[in-house]
Protein backbone atom coordinates (compact mmCIF):
# COMPACT_ATOMS: atom_id res chain seq x y z
CA UNK A 1 0.00 0.00 0.00
CA UNK A 2 1.19 3.64 -0.27
CA UNK A 3 1.63 5.19 2.28
CA UNK A 4 2.20 8.85 1.66
CA UNK A 5 -0.68 11.51 2.09
CA UNK A 6 -3.33 11.40 0.26
CA UNK A 7 -3.30 14.65 -1.84
CA UNK A 8 -5.19 17.99 0.67
CA UNK A 9 -5.83 21.35 -1.08
CA UNK A 10 -2.96 22.82 1.53
CA UNK A 11 -0.18 20.78 0.55
CA UNK A 12 2.54 23.26 -0.77
CA UNK A 13 3.99 22.48 -4.41
CA UNK A 14 7.71 23.99 -5.66
CA UNK A 15 5.59 25.38 -8.31
CA UNK A 16 4.17 27.97 -6.63
CA UNK A 17 7.36 29.52 -5.40
CA UNK A 18 8.43 29.95 -9.31
CA UNK A 19 4.62 31.26 -9.85
CA UNK A 20 5.11 33.03 -6.73
CA UNK A 21 8.14 34.90 -7.91
CA UNK A 22 6.78 35.48 -11.46
CA UNK A 23 3.58 37.44 -10.05
CA UNK A 24 5.77 39.28 -7.59
CA UNK A 25 8.10 40.57 -10.50
CA UNK A 26 5.63 41.81 -12.36
CA UNK A 27 4.10 43.42 -9.66
CA UNK A 28 6.90 45.85 -9.71
CA UNK A 29 6.97 47.06 -13.23
CA UNK A 30 4.82 49.97 -12.32
CA UNK A 31 7.47 50.97 -10.51
CA UNK A 32 9.85 50.82 -13.18
CA UNK A 33 11.18 53.61 -14.67
CA UNK A 34 8.81 54.98 -17.43
CA UNK A 35 9.46 58.74 -18.32
CA UNK A 36 11.76 61.25 -16.95
CA UNK A 37 10.36 63.45 -14.64
CA UNK A 38 11.50 67.44 -14.35
CA UNK A 39 11.92 69.39 -11.30
CA UNK A 40 8.55 69.37 -9.65
CA UNK A 41 8.18 72.92 -8.28
CA UNK A 42 8.42 74.48 -11.74
CA UNK A 43 7.15 72.07 -14.37
CA UNK A 44 3.44 71.13 -15.45
CA UNK A 45 4.14 68.10 -14.17
CA UNK A 46 5.39 68.18 -11.16
CA UNK A 47 2.08 70.45 -10.37
CA UNK A 48 0.29 67.37 -11.93
CA UNK A 49 2.09 64.85 -9.38
CA UNK A 50 1.03 67.49 -6.10
CA UNK A 51 -2.69 67.68 -7.28
CA UNK A 52 -2.25 63.44 -7.77
CA UNK A 53 -0.85 63.44 -4.18
CA UNK A 54 -3.41 65.80 -2.55
CA UNK A 55 -5.98 63.10 -3.85
CA UNK A 56 -7.27 65.67 -6.76
CA UNK A 57 -6.65 63.64 -9.92
CA UNK A 58 -9.21 65.26 -12.38
CA UNK A 59 -7.45 68.55 -11.38
CA UNK A 60 -4.29 66.53 -12.68
CA UNK A 61 -5.88 65.48 -15.42
CA UNK A 62 -7.25 68.86 -16.73
CA UNK A 63 -3.75 70.50 -15.89
CA UNK A 64 -2.14 68.05 -18.46
CA UNK A 65 -5.19 68.51 -21.35
CA UNK A 66 -4.84 72.30 -21.09
CA UNK A 67 -1.08 72.07 -21.80
CA UNK A 68 -1.35 69.52 -24.46
CA UNK A 69 -3.87 71.32 -26.13
CA UNK A 70 -1.11 74.33 -26.66
CA UNK A 71 1.79 72.09 -26.70
CA UNK A 72 1.07 68.60 -27.91
CA UNK A 73 4.38 67.43 -29.14
CA UNK A 74 5.43 67.57 -25.01
CA UNK A 75 6.70 64.45 -24.33
CA UNK A 76 6.73 64.70 -20.73
CA UNK A 77 3.48 65.63 -20.25
CA UNK A 78 1.52 63.26 -22.10
CA UNK A 79 3.51 60.60 -20.79
CA UNK A 80 2.10 61.68 -17.25
CA UNK A 81 -1.11 62.04 -18.03
CA UNK A 82 -1.08 58.16 -19.65
CA UNK A 83 0.53 56.98 -16.27
CA UNK A 84 -2.32 59.25 -14.23
CA UNK A 85 -5.03 57.14 -16.48
CA UNK A 86 -3.31 54.03 -16.16
CA UNK A 87 -3.26 54.29 -12.47
CA UNK A 88 -6.92 54.83 -11.98
CA UNK A 89 -7.95 52.20 -13.87
CA UNK A 90 -8.37 54.29 -17.43
CA UNK A 91 -6.92 51.64 -19.34
CA UNK A 92 -8.05 52.69 -22.84
CA UNK A 93 -7.38 56.36 -22.53
CA UNK A 94 -4.06 55.70 -21.19
CA UNK A 95 -3.19 53.35 -24.17
CA UNK A 96 -4.52 56.04 -26.55
CA UNK A 97 -1.51 58.65 -25.01
CA UNK A 98 1.34 56.25 -24.77
CA UNK A 99 0.64 55.30 -28.30
CA UNK A 100 0.25 58.80 -29.33
CA UNK A 101 3.41 60.01 -27.36
CA UNK A 102 5.51 57.14 -29.77
CA UNK A 103 3.86 58.32 -32.73
CA UNK A 104 5.03 61.82 -31.77
CA UNK A 105 8.21 60.74 -31.14
CA UNK A 106 9.63 57.14 -32.92
CA UNK A 107 12.63 57.61 -32.03
CA UNK A 108 11.93 58.29 -28.18
CA UNK A 109 13.29 55.41 -25.76
CA UNK A 110 11.15 57.02 -22.90
CA UNK A 111 7.99 56.94 -25.16
CA UNK A 112 8.69 52.71 -26.11
CA UNK A 113 9.42 52.46 -22.49
CA UNK A 114 6.47 53.97 -20.92
CA UNK A 115 4.25 51.92 -23.71
CA UNK A 116 6.03 48.73 -22.76
CA UNK A 117 5.63 48.92 -19.09
CA UNK A 118 2.14 50.10 -19.47
CA UNK A 119 1.50 46.56 -21.43
CA UNK A 120 3.33 44.54 -18.82
CA UNK A 121 1.48 46.35 -16.23
CA UNK A 122 -1.94 45.17 -17.50
CA UNK A 123 -0.84 41.81 -18.26
CA UNK A 124 -0.54 42.09 -21.60
CA UNK A 125 2.84 40.35 -22.13
CA UNK A 126 2.82 39.66 -25.76
CA UNK A 127 2.11 43.53 -26.77
CA UNK A 128 5.04 44.43 -23.73
CA UNK A 129 7.31 42.03 -25.51
CA UNK A 130 6.56 43.46 -29.75
CA UNK A 131 7.28 46.72 -28.62
CA UNK A 132 10.10 46.31 -26.44
CA UNK A 133 11.85 43.50 -28.68
CA UNK A 134 11.63 46.86 -31.33
CA UNK A 135 13.27 49.38 -28.25
CA UNK A 136 16.14 47.05 -28.21
CA UNK A 137 17.04 46.94 -31.75
CA UNK A 138 16.73 51.08 -31.81
CA UNK A 139 18.18 51.63 -28.23
CA UNK A 140 20.54 48.64 -27.18
CA UNK A 141 22.29 50.10 -24.86
CA UNK A 142 19.29 51.07 -22.72
CA UNK A 143 19.55 49.07 -19.70
CA UNK A 144 15.97 49.99 -18.54
CA UNK A 145 14.66 48.56 -21.54
CA UNK A 146 15.86 45.59 -21.68
CA UNK A 147 15.37 45.00 -17.98
CA UNK A 148 11.30 45.71 -19.14
CA UNK A 149 10.99 43.28 -21.38
CA UNK A 150 12.90 40.49 -19.26
CA UNK A 151 10.36 41.17 -17.21
CA UNK A 152 7.66 40.64 -20.18
CA UNK A 153 9.67 37.67 -20.92
CA UNK A 154 9.32 36.46 -17.79
CA UNK A 155 5.90 36.98 -17.28
CA UNK A 156 5.17 34.85 -20.69
CA UNK A 157 7.68 31.90 -19.46
CA UNK A 158 10.43 32.86 -21.89
CA UNK A 159 12.84 32.02 -19.83
CA UNK A 160 15.96 31.45 -21.61
CA UNK A 161 15.42 34.77 -23.65
CA UNK A 162 14.92 36.75 -20.55
CA UNK A 163 18.35 35.33 -18.87
CA UNK A 164 19.68 36.14 -22.29
CA UNK A 165 18.41 40.20 -21.97
CA UNK A 166 19.36 40.40 -18.13
CA UNK A 167 22.48 39.39 -18.45
CA UNK A 168 23.09 42.50 -20.42
CA UNK A 169 22.02 44.29 -17.57
CA UNK A 170 24.59 45.30 -15.00
CA UNK A 171 23.25 45.38 -11.55
CA UNK A 172 22.19 48.96 -10.86
CA UNK A 173 23.82 50.73 -7.51
CA UNK A 174 20.89 52.30 -6.16
CA UNK A 175 19.30 50.52 -3.54
CA UNK A 176 15.40 50.11 -4.66
CA UNK A 177 16.54 49.65 -7.98
CA UNK A 178 18.54 47.12 -7.19
CA UNK A 179 16.06 44.89 -5.53
CA UNK A 180 13.58 45.33 -8.11
CA UNK A 181 16.61 43.99 -10.70
CA UNK A 182 17.33 41.06 -8.58
CA UNK A 183 13.83 40.07 -7.89
CA UNK A 184 13.39 40.30 -11.78
CA UNK A 185 16.16 37.48 -11.77
CA UNK A 186 14.85 35.06 -9.23
CA UNK A 187 11.74 34.87 -11.35
CA UNK A 188 14.01 33.79 -13.82
CA UNK A 189 16.06 31.79 -12.79
CA UNK A 190 13.33 30.05 -10.70
CA UNK A 191 11.30 29.74 -14.23
CA UNK A 192 14.78 27.92 -15.37
CA UNK A 193 14.48 25.39 -12.65
CA UNK A 194 17.67 26.85 -11.21
CA UNK A 195 16.47 27.36 -7.39
CA UNK A 196 20.27 28.04 -5.81
CA UNK A 197 20.39 31.05 -8.59
CA UNK A 198 17.05 32.35 -7.44
CA UNK A 199 17.78 32.00 -3.74
CA UNK A 200 21.22 33.86 -4.30
CA UNK A 201 19.55 36.38 -6.26
CA UNK A 202 16.63 36.97 -3.45
CA UNK A 203 19.40 37.31 -1.30
CA UNK A 204 21.16 40.05 -3.18
CA UNK A 205 17.84 41.89 -3.50
CA UNK A 206 17.84 41.67 0.47
CA UNK A 207 21.27 43.03 1.28
CA UNK A 208 20.20 46.13 -0.88
CA UNK A 209 17.08 47.08 1.77
CA UNK A 210 18.04 44.54 4.61
CA UNK A 211 15.14 45.99 6.71
CA UNK A 212 12.53 44.91 4.44
CA UNK A 213 9.91 42.29 5.80
CA UNK A 214 8.60 40.95 2.41
CA UNK A 215 12.08 40.91 0.75
CA UNK A 216 12.89 38.41 3.98
CA UNK A 217 10.01 36.04 3.69
CA UNK A 218 10.73 35.96 -0.11
CA UNK A 219 14.35 35.47 0.32
CA UNK A 220 13.18 32.46 3.31
CA UNK A 221 10.92 30.79 0.75
CA UNK A 222 13.87 30.85 -2.52
CA UNK A 223 16.24 29.34 0.28
CA UNK A 224 13.88 26.94 1.54
CA UNK A 225 13.21 25.73 -2.13
CA UNK A 226 16.78 25.66 -2.36
CA UNK A 227 17.30 23.67 0.00
CA UNK A 228 19.42 26.27 1.67
CA UNK A 229 18.11 25.85 5.61
CA UNK A 230 20.85 27.70 7.84
CA UNK A 231 20.11 30.61 5.30
CA UNK A 232 16.79 30.29 5.68
CA UNK A 233 16.45 29.95 9.01
CA UNK A 234 18.75 33.32 9.48
CA UNK A 235 16.41 35.26 7.65
CA UNK A 236 12.65 33.33 8.88
CA UNK A 237 13.27 33.47 12.51
CA UNK A 238 13.74 36.88 13.07
CA UNK A 239 11.25 37.56 11.12
CA UNK A 240 8.84 35.23 13.07
CA UNK A 241 10.02 36.17 16.09
CA UNK A 242 8.84 40.14 15.17
CA UNK A 243 5.70 39.26 12.97
CA UNK A 244 4.36 35.34 14.06
CA UNK A 245 2.24 34.41 11.31
CA UNK A 246 1.59 30.86 9.37
CA UNK A 247 3.45 31.31 6.03
CA UNK A 248 6.96 32.61 7.87
CA UNK A 249 5.95 29.90 10.86
CA UNK A 250 5.89 26.90 8.54
CA UNK A 251 8.77 27.71 6.64
CA UNK A 252 10.88 27.94 10.06
CA UNK A 253 9.34 24.94 11.06
CA UNK A 254 10.84 23.50 7.73
CA UNK A 255 14.30 24.97 8.02
CA UNK A 256 14.33 23.53 12.26
CA UNK A 257 13.69 20.47 10.88
CA UNK A 258 15.67 20.04 7.96
CA UNK A 259 18.76 21.53 10.17
CA UNK A 260 17.66 19.11 12.93
CA UNK A 261 17.47 22.10 15.71
CA UNK A 262 14.63 21.95 18.22
CA UNK A 263 11.04 22.51 17.11
CA UNK A 264 8.83 22.25 19.53
CA UNK A 265 8.66 26.11 20.46
CA UNK A 266 7.89 26.71 16.71
CA UNK A 267 5.33 23.93 16.99
CA UNK A 268 3.53 25.20 19.94
CA UNK A 269 4.05 28.90 18.66
CA UNK A 270 1.90 28.03 15.44
CA UNK A 271 -0.78 26.09 17.72
CA UNK A 272 -1.09 29.21 19.62
CA UNK A 273 -1.88 31.30 17.08
CA UNK A 274 -5.24 33.16 16.69
CA UNK A 275 -6.74 32.64 13.65
CA UNK A 276 -10.36 31.95 12.29
CA UNK A 277 -11.18 27.89 12.37
CA UNK A 278 -10.84 27.35 8.92
CA UNK A 279 -7.26 28.83 8.99
CA UNK A 280 -6.83 26.72 12.21
CA UNK A 281 -7.39 24.10 10.21
CA UNK A 282 -5.42 24.66 7.14
CA UNK A 283 -2.45 25.51 9.38
CA UNK A 284 -2.48 22.07 11.47
CA UNK A 285 -2.94 20.24 7.90
CA UNK A 286 0.12 22.23 6.69
CA UNK A 287 2.29 21.58 9.86
CA UNK A 288 1.39 17.88 9.59
CA UNK A 289 2.83 17.80 6.24
CA UNK A 290 5.81 18.77 7.35
CA UNK A 291 6.14 16.98 9.95
CA UNK A 292 5.40 13.63 8.21
CA UNK A 293 7.85 14.71 5.35
CA UNK A 294 10.44 15.04 8.21
CA UNK A 295 9.43 11.67 9.64
CA UNK A 296 8.04 13.14 12.83
CA UNK A 297 5.37 11.01 12.56
CA UNK A 298 4.43 11.38 16.13
CA UNK A 299 4.08 15.24 16.12
CA UNK A 300 2.34 14.90 12.65
CA UNK A 301 -0.52 12.50 14.20
CA UNK A 302 -1.31 14.69 16.89
CA UNK A 303 -1.56 17.91 14.51
CA UNK A 304 -4.01 15.63 12.15
CA UNK A 305 -6.07 14.85 15.55
CA UNK A 306 -6.52 18.80 15.97
CA UNK A 307 -7.04 19.17 12.07
CA UNK A 308 -9.88 16.50 12.05
CA UNK A 309 -11.43 18.31 15.01
CA UNK A 310 -11.45 20.86 13.69
CA UNK A 311 -13.13 19.32 10.99
CA UNK A 312 -16.05 17.77 13.61
CA UNK A 313 -14.47 14.43 12.12
CA UNK A 314 -16.25 14.54 8.64
CA UNK A 315 -13.28 14.80 6.84
CA UNK A 316 -12.09 11.10 5.33
CA UNK A 317 -9.06 11.94 4.26
CA UNK A 318 -7.66 13.93 7.15
CA UNK A 319 -9.03 10.77 9.26
CA UNK A 320 -7.07 8.38 6.62
CA UNK A 321 -3.75 10.66 6.52
CA UNK A 322 -3.86 10.55 10.93
CA UNK A 323 -4.21 6.96 10.75
CA UNK A 324 -1.44 6.94 8.38
CA UNK A 325 0.63 8.97 10.80
CA UNK A 326 -0.65 7.08 13.56
CA UNK A 327 0.98 3.69 11.94
CA UNK A 328 4.10 5.02 11.25
CA UNK A 329 4.65 6.45 14.89
CA UNK A 330 4.00 3.30 15.65
CA UNK A 331 0.53 3.75 17.59
CA UNK A 332 -1.25 0.79 15.66
CA UNK A 333 -3.96 0.68 18.16
CA UNK A 334 -4.92 4.44 17.48
CA UNK A 335 -4.49 3.44 14.09
CA UNK A 336 -6.97 0.92 14.28
CA UNK A 337 -9.35 2.72 15.57
CA UNK A 338 -9.32 5.33 13.11
CA UNK A 339 -9.68 2.75 10.75
CA UNK A 340 -12.35 1.15 12.02
CA UNK A 341 -14.18 4.65 12.74
CA UNK A 342 -13.50 5.47 8.47
CA UNK A 343 -14.94 1.88 7.65
CA UNK A 344 -18.22 2.65 9.54
CA UNK A 345 -17.88 5.48 7.48
CA UNK A 346 -17.11 4.41 3.94
CA UNK A 347 -14.88 1.56 3.79
CA UNK A 348 -12.89 1.73 0.63
CA UNK A 349 -9.45 -0.53 -0.26
CA UNK A 350 -7.13 2.21 0.84
CA UNK A 351 -8.69 1.36 4.55
CA UNK A 352 -8.49 -2.24 4.34
CA UNK A 353 -5.13 -2.09 2.86
CA UNK A 354 -3.86 0.28 5.78
CA UNK A 355 -5.74 -2.31 8.21
CA UNK A 356 -4.43 -5.01 6.45
CA UNK A 357 -0.46 -3.21 7.63
CA UNK A 358 -1.85 -2.60 11.21
CA UNK A 359 -2.70 -5.92 11.50
CA UNK A 360 0.53 -7.29 10.28
CA UNK A 361 2.23 -5.32 12.67
CA UNK A 362 0.32 -6.30 15.85
CA UNK A 363 0.77 -10.17 14.49
CA UNK A 364 -2.58 -10.56 13.74
CA UNK A 365 -1.65 -12.64 10.30
CA UNK A 366 -5.36 -13.75 9.41
CA UNK A 367 -6.73 -10.50 9.76
CA UNK A 368 -4.09 -8.76 7.76
CA UNK A 369 -4.88 -11.28 4.79
CA UNK A 370 -8.02 -11.25 5.01
CA UNK A 371 -8.28 -6.64 5.09
CA UNK A 372 -5.65 -7.17 2.25
CA UNK A 373 -7.85 -9.89 0.47
CA UNK A 374 -11.06 -7.33 1.18
CA UNK A 375 -8.61 -4.10 -0.53
CA UNK A 376 -8.37 -6.35 -3.78
CA UNK A 377 -12.58 -7.11 -3.99
CA UNK A 378 -12.74 -3.49 -3.48
CA UNK A 379 -10.69 -2.52 -6.49
CA UNK A 380 -9.46 -5.37 -8.62
CA UNK A 381 -8.11 -2.98 -11.03
CA UNK A 382 -5.60 -1.58 -8.57
CA UNK A 383 -1.73 -3.48 -8.80
CA UNK A 384 -0.81 -2.45 -5.42
CA UNK A 385 -3.42 -4.58 -3.06
CA UNK A 386 -2.50 -7.42 -4.70
CA UNK A 387 1.36 -6.67 -4.20
CA UNK A 388 0.46 -5.94 -0.58
CA UNK A 389 -1.28 -9.45 -0.39
CA UNK A 390 1.32 -10.87 -1.68
CA UNK A 391 4.17 -9.51 0.01
CA UNK A 392 2.24 -10.69 3.38
CA UNK A 393 2.43 -14.33 2.46
CA UNK A 394 5.79 -14.23 1.23
CA UNK A 395 6.58 -12.78 4.92
CA UNK A 396 4.48 -15.44 6.56
CA UNK A 397 6.01 -18.35 4.73
CA UNK A 398 3.04 -18.74 2.72
CA UNK A 399 4.47 -19.31 -0.26
CA UNK A 400 2.23 -21.51 -2.32
CA UNK A 401 -0.23 -18.89 -1.75
CA UNK A 402 2.09 -16.22 -2.55
CA UNK A 403 2.71 -17.95 -5.94
CA UNK A 404 -0.68 -18.45 -6.28
CA UNK A 405 -1.77 -14.78 -5.36
CA UNK A 406 1.01 -13.29 -8.27
CA UNK A 407 0.17 -15.58 -10.57
CA UNK A 408 -3.48 -14.20 -10.78
CA UNK A 409 -2.26 -10.91 -10.54
CA UNK A 410 0.80 -11.43 -13.88
CA UNK A 411 -2.49 -12.25 -15.61
CA UNK A 412 -4.47 -9.18 -14.90
CA UNK A 413 -1.23 -7.33 -15.12
CA UNK A 414 1.12 -8.55 -17.38
CA UNK A 415 3.13 -5.71 -17.74
CA UNK A 416 4.54 -5.51 -14.16
CA UNK A 417 7.61 -6.18 -13.20
CA UNK A 418 6.93 -5.77 -9.74
CA UNK A 419 4.40 -8.99 -10.07
CA UNK A 420 6.90 -10.77 -11.94
CA UNK A 421 9.77 -10.11 -9.19
CA UNK A 422 6.91 -11.13 -6.67
CA UNK A 423 6.76 -14.05 -8.58
CA UNK A 424 10.42 -15.20 -8.97
CA UNK A 425 10.37 -14.22 -5.37
CA UNK A 426 7.65 -16.75 -4.41
CA UNK A 427 8.67 -19.46 -6.95
CA UNK A 428 12.13 -19.65 -5.71
CA UNK A 429 11.43 -20.44 -2.05
CA UNK A 430 9.14 -23.16 -4.03
CA UNK A 431 12.37 -24.49 -4.81
CA UNK A 432 10.97 -24.10 -8.50
CA UNK A 433 14.22 -22.35 -9.84
CA UNK A 434 13.75 -22.34 -13.58
CA UNK A 435 10.33 -20.73 -13.57
CA UNK A 436 12.03 -18.52 -10.50
CA UNK A 437 14.71 -17.71 -13.34
CA UNK A 438 12.29 -16.72 -16.18
CA UNK A 439 9.63 -14.64 -13.66
CA UNK A 440 12.74 -12.34 -12.95
CA UNK A 441 14.23 -12.66 -16.44
CA UNK A 442 10.98 -11.27 -17.45
CA UNK A 443 10.71 -8.50 -14.45
CA UNK A 444 13.87 -7.44 -15.93
CA UNK A 445 12.65 -6.65 -19.51
CA UNK A 446 9.68 -5.08 -18.38
CA UNK A 447 11.43 -2.55 -16.40
CA UNK A 448 14.37 -2.44 -19.21
CA UNK A 449 16.90 -3.89 -17.10
CA UNK A 450 16.95 -0.75 -14.85
CA UNK A 451 18.81 -3.14 -12.04
CA UNK A 452 16.22 -3.98 -9.46
CA UNK A 453 14.65 -7.53 -11.03
CA UNK A 454 18.73 -8.40 -11.50
CA UNK A 455 19.59 -8.05 -7.95
CA UNK A 456 16.43 -10.33 -7.10
CA UNK A 457 17.90 -12.95 -8.99
CA UNK A 458 21.39 -12.25 -7.84
CA UNK A 459 19.99 -12.58 -4.56
CA UNK A 460 17.91 -16.09 -4.95
CA UNK A 461 20.83 -17.38 -6.60
CA UNK A 462 23.86 -16.47 -4.22
CA UNK A 463 21.34 -18.06 -1.37
CA UNK A 464 20.36 -21.18 -3.70
CA UNK A 465 21.20 -24.52 -1.75
CA UNK A 466 21.30 -26.19 -5.50
CA UNK A 467 24.03 -23.57 -6.57
CA UNK A 468 23.11 -20.70 -9.06
CA UNK A 469 21.46 -21.97 -12.20
CA UNK A 470 23.53 -20.94 -15.95
CA UNK A 471 20.98 -19.36 -17.61
CA UNK A 472 20.82 -16.74 -14.31
CA UNK A 473 24.71 -16.44 -14.48
CA UNK A 474 24.60 -15.94 -18.00
CA UNK A 475 21.85 -12.98 -17.89
CA UNK A 476 23.78 -11.64 -14.47
CA UNK A 477 27.03 -11.58 -15.82
CA UNK A 478 26.23 -10.71 -19.07
CA UNK A 479 24.56 -7.44 -18.04
CA UNK A 480 27.59 -6.80 -15.61
CA UNK A 481 30.45 -7.31 -18.94
CA UNK A 482 28.10 -4.97 -20.97
CA UNK A 483 28.01 -2.33 -17.93
CA UNK A 484 30.96 -2.62 -16.17
CA UNK A 485 30.66 0.33 -14.14
CA UNK A 486 26.78 -0.67 -12.58
CA UNK A 487 27.96 -1.35 -9.54
CA UNK A 488 24.91 -3.70 -8.25
CA UNK A 489 25.43 -6.19 -11.55
CA UNK A 490 28.95 -5.93 -11.55
CA UNK A 491 28.64 -7.01 -7.43
CA UNK A 492 26.41 -9.92 -8.46
CA UNK A 493 28.06 -10.90 -11.29
CA UNK A 494 31.03 -11.85 -8.73
CA UNK A 495 29.29 -13.79 -6.16
CA UNK A 496 27.45 -15.63 -8.00
CA UNK A 497 30.27 -16.98 -9.69
CA UNK A 498 32.10 -17.26 -6.18
CA UNK A 499 29.27 -19.60 -5.05
CA UNK A 500 29.56 -21.73 -8.39
CA UNK A 501 33.24 -22.15 -8.05
CA UNK A 502 32.55 -22.91 -4.27
CA UNK A 503 30.25 -25.36 -4.72
CA UNK A 504 32.26 -27.04 -7.08
CA UNK A 505 35.17 -26.99 -5.38
CA UNK A 506 36.88 -25.46 -8.28
CA UNK A 507 39.55 -23.51 -6.98
CA UNK A 508 41.40 -22.75 -10.40
CA UNK A 509 37.96 -20.08 -10.85
CA UNK A 510 39.66 -18.46 -7.91
CA UNK A 511 41.91 -15.65 -9.30
CA UNK A 512 38.99 -14.90 -11.79
CA UNK A 513 36.49 -14.83 -8.89
CA UNK A 514 39.04 -12.55 -6.89
CA UNK A 515 39.48 -10.04 -9.56
CA UNK A 516 35.73 -9.69 -9.51
CA UNK A 517 34.84 -9.23 -6.59
CA UNK A 518 37.52 -6.68 -5.96
CA UNK A 519 36.40 -5.00 -8.70
CA UNK A 520 32.79 -5.03 -7.29
CA UNK A 521 34.39 -3.92 -3.61
CA UNK A 522 35.83 -0.67 -5.43
CA UNK A 523 32.92 0.53 -7.32
CA UNK A 524 30.90 -0.35 -4.40
CA UNK A 525 32.26 -0.01 -1.25
CA UNK A 526 29.44 0.35 1.46
CA UNK A 527 27.86 -2.54 -0.48
CA UNK A 528 28.31 -5.60 2.24
CA UNK A 529 27.62 -8.59 -0.20
CA UNK A 530 30.98 -7.08 -2.01
CA UNK A 531 32.74 -6.88 0.62
CA UNK A 532 31.64 -10.11 2.70
CA UNK A 533 31.61 -12.08 -0.35
CA UNK A 534 35.48 -11.36 -1.56
CA UNK A 535 36.27 -12.19 2.54
CA UNK A 536 34.93 -15.71 1.77
CA UNK A 537 37.08 -15.77 -1.13
CA UNK A 538 40.18 -14.84 0.26
CA UNK A 539 39.45 -17.24 3.44
CA UNK A 540 38.24 -19.86 1.00
CA UNK A 541 42.02 -19.08 -0.66
CA UNK A 542 43.57 -19.56 2.53
CA UNK A 543 44.82 -15.47 2.19
CA UNK A 544 43.94 -15.01 5.67
CA UNK A 545 45.16 -11.42 6.39
CA UNK A 546 43.64 -10.17 3.41
CA UNK A 547 40.12 -12.13 3.86
CA UNK A 548 40.60 -10.48 7.44
CA UNK A 549 40.23 -7.07 6.57
CA UNK A 550 37.11 -7.54 4.73
CA UNK A 551 35.77 -9.92 6.54
CA UNK A 552 36.51 -6.89 9.42
CA UNK A 553 34.55 -4.68 7.05
CA UNK A 554 31.41 -7.29 6.63
CA UNK A 555 30.53 -7.49 9.86
CA UNK A 556 30.23 -3.98 10.53
CA UNK A 557 28.59 -3.21 7.43
CA UNK A 558 26.07 -6.29 8.65
CA UNK A 559 26.44 -7.16 11.77
CA UNK A 560 23.61 -9.17 12.63
CA UNK A 561 24.71 -11.95 10.14
CA UNK A 562 25.79 -15.03 12.41
CA UNK A 563 27.74 -16.46 9.30
CA UNK A 564 29.80 -13.35 9.21
CA UNK A 565 30.65 -13.66 13.07
CA UNK A 566 31.43 -17.39 12.41
CA UNK A 567 33.91 -16.68 9.06
CA UNK A 568 35.47 -13.87 10.65
CA UNK A 569 35.70 -15.60 14.15
CA UNK A 570 37.68 -18.98 12.25
CA UNK A 571 40.27 -16.45 10.31
CA UNK A 572 41.08 -14.94 13.76
CA UNK A 573 41.50 -18.89 15.28
CA UNK A 574 43.96 -19.69 12.49
CA UNK A 575 45.83 -16.66 12.86
CA UNK A 576 46.06 -17.45 16.17
CA UNK A 577 43.70 -14.07 17.14
CA UNK A 578 42.34 -16.86 20.15
CA UNK A 579 41.07 -13.54 22.16
CA UNK A 580 39.37 -11.63 18.71
CA UNK A 581 38.35 -14.93 18.11
CA UNK A 582 36.54 -15.72 21.59
CA UNK A 583 35.02 -12.20 21.00
CA UNK A 584 33.23 -13.26 17.47
CA UNK A 585 32.45 -16.24 18.59
CA UNK A 586 30.08 -14.82 21.44
CA UNK A 587 28.22 -12.46 19.20
CA UNK A 588 26.99 -15.51 16.80
CA UNK A 589 24.32 -17.15 18.91
CA UNK A 590 22.80 -13.71 19.05
CA UNK A 591 23.07 -12.62 15.58
CA UNK A 592 20.55 -13.61 13.06
CA UNK A 593 17.48 -14.19 15.63
CA UNK A 594 14.62 -15.81 13.38
CA UNK A 595 16.14 -14.83 10.60
CA UNK A 596 17.19 -16.25 7.04
CA UNK A 597 18.04 -15.35 3.79
CA UNK A 598 14.69 -16.34 2.57
CA UNK A 599 12.91 -13.58 4.88
CA UNK A 600 15.17 -10.69 4.21
CA UNK A 601 14.49 -11.44 0.59
CA UNK A 602 10.90 -10.80 1.81
CA UNK A 603 11.36 -8.06 3.59
CA UNK A 604 13.31 -6.36 1.13
CA UNK A 605 10.30 -7.55 -1.45
CA UNK A 606 8.05 -5.50 0.61
CA UNK A 607 9.68 -2.69 1.25
CA UNK A 608 10.98 -1.84 -1.74
CA UNK A 609 8.43 -3.10 -4.41
CA UNK A 610 5.50 -2.36 -2.20
CA UNK A 611 6.57 0.45 -0.01
CA UNK A 612 6.11 -1.15 3.85
CA UNK A 613 8.33 0.00 5.90
CA UNK A 614 11.17 -2.66 6.81
CA UNK A 615 11.18 -4.52 10.09
CA UNK A 616 8.00 -5.63 9.71
CA UNK A 617 6.77 -8.26 12.93
CA UNK A 618 7.71 -11.76 13.28
CA UNK A 619 5.16 -14.45 12.29
CA UNK A 620 2.98 -15.64 14.93
Known amino acids: MSRAFLPSSSAISPVLFVAAFAILTVATSAALPAFAVEDATSSVTGRASQLVRAGRTEAAVELLQATLATRPADLDVRLALADIYSKTGRSREAEEEFREALRLHPGSSSAELALGG ?159 EEQRLKLRTRSADI ?122 FPNSARIYVGLGTADYFLEKYDDSVSAFLRADKLDGGSGPAMSYLGATQVDSAAGPIPAAVDAICGRADSRPTESATVTWCSAVLFRKAFLAGDQSAAPEVIRRLRAAATLAPDNPVANCTLGYALEWTERLAEARHWLEICVRQRPNSAEDHYRLSRVYQMLGMKQAAAEQAKLIPNADAGQNQQQEIARKFAHEMVGQPEGPAEPK
Request: glycine share 4%; hydrophobic share 45%; aromatic share 6%.
Open 291 to 412: LALAEKHGDAAEELQEASNFAGGRDATLFYNLAVEQYSAGQFDNAFNTLESLRVQNDSAEIEDLEGDVAEQKGDYSSAIRSHQNAIAMAPGEERYRLSLGAELLQYRAYQPAASVFQKAADV
Open 118 to 276: FYVTAGSLAAAEQVLDDAVVRHPAVAAIRLQLALALAGEHKYQQAAANIRTVPPPTDPNARVRYFRIAASIHSGLGDSHAAAHDMEEALHATPADPQLQSLASVAEAQAGEWQACLRNVAPLYARHPAPDTGLILLRAQLATHKDFESTLQSLRALDLP
